[in-house]
């Protein structure tokens, strides 16, 4: 799967690195709002371009799983800032 890593030489392989840490810390950067969003920019990352299968649970899972994300915040990042604003998608 990552056979196009070994036909690179070091350049080509430093430019990889740091166009995946990029993506990386554009991904971890996200708050307020955009948590909640999916991110197939961080997929296109990836040399093998597929549409990914995505399964949705139907919306009361779905809420489920959202309420259970906003938990884990609160017990993995106790003192995080509050973004107190409304979505305006």
Not at 10 to 31: Q, Y
Not at 51 to 59: D, G, Q, S, T
Not at 80 to 85: L, M, R, S
């Amino acid at each position: 799967m990552d056979d196009d890593l070994d036909g690179m030489d070091r350049d080509l392989l430093i430019a990889e690195v740091k166009k995946l840490r990029a993506g990386i810390r554009a991904h971890r950067d996200t708050t307020g709002h955009d948590l909640c969003w999916h991110h197939p920019d961080l997929w296109e990352l990836l040399p093998e371009k597929t549409e990914p299968e995505i399964a949705v649970p139907p919306w009361p899972k779905f809420m489920r799983g959202c309420i259970r994300y906003r938990q884990s915040l609160d017990e993995q990042v106790p003192n995080a800032a509050v973004h107190d604003k409304e979505f305006n998608g």
